[in-house]
């Protein structure tokens, strides 16, 4: 079955970088577009980023354009988000995607004013 696995979530100052790391399994993770989603408390899940497949092209809310990075590694079957630049409205919970309806358990990202 689809499995998805976040890692890499933690807390950092404001500032500070983390990139999270989304491992795949139960599926040919190469033929799929993958996306990171976010939630935060009393708000709706936001779409942060997304990159196509094959050709990795790659789409970013505008609150993140310029501070995080999406890539994927399709032989380790993992999806990573770089994020730069920190600040504090980035504190969430962050989701790995795959269309359609797949996710995984979510990082929590707290970032410290």
């Known amino acids: 079955q689809v499995r998805l696995e976040e890692s890499g979530g933690g807390l950092v100052q404001a500032g500070g970088s983390l990139t999270l790391s989304c491992t795949a399994s139960?599926?040919?993770?190469?033929?799929?577009?993958m996306m990171w989603y976010r939630q935060s408390p009393g708000k709706s899940r936001e779409l942060v980023a997304s990159?196509?497949?094959?050709?990795?092209?790659?789409n970013y809310a505008d609150s993140v354009k310029g501070r995080f990075t999406i890539f994927r590694d399709d032989a380790k079957n993992t999806v990573y988000l770089q994020m730069n630049s920190l600040k504090p409205e980035d504190t969430a919970v962050y989701y790995c995607?795959?269309?359609?309806?797949?996710w995984g358990q979510g990082t929590q990202v707290t970032v410290s004013s």
């Open positions: 990159i196509s497949s094959p050709d990795g092209r790659t």
């Open positions: 995607s795959r269309p359609v309806d797949y």
């Open positions: 139960g599926f040919t993770f190469s033929w799929y577009a």
